[in-house]
């Protein structure tokens, strides 16, 4: 499989490496979202580039793997007895890179930091001693987020001030994952982009040979399945009280998104569940989402914006028991086939902002967004409670998104209805793109021919600009 993406974090990574001065990266993600592969794709071929990654154990048995790694960075043998201390190995290795270019990665570096709390404040000396003369790219790798954020980056740690680029590894866009899934159609194509979440290690799980059926019931529904148990082992991992938090989950995976409605739901008080809600959010699973242009959080909601972690609490985990029975084909017919359209309609909205995005990149909007989001709230016109896939806005103008991921073409109902709502909003430049998974009917192509403020955006059409954009 070729290397795919991560164009912007390698090209940053290359105008670092070639400012010849000393550099700090850190590098951060989920587990499994592709952060090794990447910085093995940066180092492949440079000289003087050493790897060392940090393990739950022991200072010593740390040190041996990081002594090794500083050996064959700096060209000495990988046999030389270990350092004793970390501030005699990365003094060995800054003074080692005064007259040279030097990379060293630190992968999971919250283990090393684990094993040896004072291993930050050791390497901010460090760096403070030799930064203005040494030609050293240090890079800092983590899957603990909050780690990450808190005790490397954040203004308390003693690396504050110190790092000179950050990547935040995020999942794969749905046209990333495409290439990963080119024996699919579109259409599976964007299901397997939603149950997995658009990792990439869940991605090379798919067999190319198998259909999509085939695929959820070899990966989700059967006990040896590489995703069975994925979501609650990667909780297991994170978390001291992983019951709780499944609990959580499953709650939001089945329709309870405030606050109250959870704590109800799993037997809590909404007082208790703010630290598991923080915690779930610091690890990218959920959000807490507010209507766009709302000023105060009343109206919050919280959902799971990662799709393999929607699509086990949804499916998986109410069938354990079925599925332990290898009862997973039927798992698959009965309960969760007649059910993915309505999966896939959250998802589709997120592979319409990600469209939406693109298009902000390529400066292919009718107007400056300011900001976009999702909008629900109170019309009192019809007296009822409404939703929009996606508002986006700007200085006196608006842009309204709807999404259909269903297998009739749209039609200008919806587009009627779209318009309605619009009327609850003052500004004077309203803008409609419109997505559909089966394009759209006669009738509404029609009609948005002769209007200059609708776009009308059909799956085939959502791939293809990826496409032409990558190509040119």
Known sequence: MDFIGRTYELEDLENQYRSNQFEMSVIYGRRRIGKTTLINKFITGKENAGYA???????????EILSKAIYQATGFPAQLPSFKTLPEAFTFLFEASTNKRIIFVI??????ANAEPSVSSVLQATIDHYRSHSKLMLILCGSSLSFMENQVLGYKSPLYGRRTAQYKIKPFTYWECRQYLSSFSNEDASM???????????????DPDLSLRSNIINLYLT?????FEEPRNLLQQEMREPKIYNDILSAIAHGSTRNH?????????????????????????IEKRTPIGEKTERKSIYVIVDGMYRFWYKFVRPNLQAIELRQGDIVFDERIAENLSEFMGFEFEQMAIQYLESCIQRNEVPFYILEYGNWWGNN?????????????LGNNAILFGECKWRNQKLDTKVFDALRS???????ENKQYMLFSKSGFTEDLLKESADQQNVQLIDLEKMYWIKETASSS
């Open 223 to 227: 006990p040896s399945g590489r995703l």
């Open 192 to 206: 397997f982009f939603a149950i997995t979440g658009g990792v990439a290690e869940y991605l090379s799980f798919v």
């Open 421 to 427: 709502k619009a009327r609850l909003f003052p500004q």
């Open 261 to 285: 409605e959870i704590a109800s739901k799993i037997g809590q008080t909404s007082g208790a569940l703010s630290h598991y809600l923080k915690a779930l959010m610091e690890l990218g699973i």
């Open 107 to 112: 992968d999971e570096y919250p283990y090393l």
């Open 53 to 63: 990654i940090g393990i739950e154990s022991s200072l010593s048995l740390n040190l």
């Open 380 to 392: 009192p016109y019809e007296k009822r409670q409404e939703e929009i896939d996606i508002v986006a």
